[in-house]
């Protein structure tokens, strides 16, 4: 199984500041398999990024995403007050599908 | 517009078999590409895949469960049925169902892009 890592596990930052949250995969991950998500408390997570970098439907162009081989990065630019949650990646390369442990984005 | 609801028991006893129904709409499972899939998320854990059933009759299983799951599909009534055998307190997570990611050019994969609110399901006796 691919093995997701995220870091860090919490990032403490204020409004209007940038994040940078990271993925690394135990192996190759291709870059049309990997997705982010951000998930809100009793909430489903919502999905912001697939294949690394496409924005899906309705997500900010604050957030972006980037990265290969092992290494992917979400960026959020500059952070609004609704986007202090927790942010999941996923690699659908091969099966089983995974997700990271998480990064909790909160308010410093 | 695509909506998805889980829906079954929240309390289950060791060993007994759990059975959710997934209810969705706004899209076809006859339709190219299409896949419903489960996931889960125990109390304050992360993510964790569980299967993805296809417009083809596909299933696929995360090894660490295929043993005790099935997915199954009733096109016609819009739904997707999961069931895991011997349940036991690990499995004490929130249920998720979710539609296979489509991109902006009209292409599934395995990502997930509308989810259900889930369904807390407790294993207890």
């Known amino acids: 199984d691919i093995v997701l890592t995220q870091s860090p596990g919490t990032l403490s930052l204020s409004p209007g500041e940038r994040a940078t949250l990271s993925c690394r995969a135990s192996q190759s991950v291709s870059s049309t398999y990997l997705a982010w998500y951000q998930q809100k408390p009793g909430q489903p997570p919502r999905l912001l990024i697939y294949a690394t970098s496409r924005r899906a439907t309705g997500t900010p162009d604050r957030f972006s995403g980037s990265g290969s081989g092992t290494d992917f990065t979400l960026t959020i630019t500059r952070l609004e007050p609704e986007d202090f949650a927790i942010y999941y990646c996923?690699?659908?390369?091969?099966?089983?599908?995974?997700f990271g442990q998480g990064t909790k984005v909160d308010i410093k | 517009q695509i909506t998805l609801k889980e829906s079954g028991p929240s309390l289950v006893k060791p060993t007994q078999t759990l059975t959710l129904t997934c209810t969705f709409t706004g899209f076809s499972l006859s339709t190219s590409g299409v896949g419903v899939g489960w996931i889960r998320q125990p109390p304050g854990k992360a993510l964790e895949w569980l299967g993805t059933i296809y417009w083809d009759d596909d299933t696929r299983y995360s090894p660490s469960l295929t043993s005790r799951l099935t997915i199954t599909k009733d096109t016609s009534k819009n739904q997707v049925v999961l069931t895991m055998t011997n349940m036991d307190a690990v499995d004490t997570a929130t249920y998720y169902c979710?539609?296979?990611?489509?991109?902006?050019?009209?292409?599934?994969?395995?990502?997930?892009?509308?989810w259900g609110q889930g369904t807390l399901v407790t294993v207890s006796s």
């Open positions: 979710a539609h296979r990611g489509r991109s902006s050019s009209g292409y599934y994969d395995d990502y997930f892009d509308f």
């Open positions: 996923q690699q659908y390369g091969p099966t089983p599908w995974t």
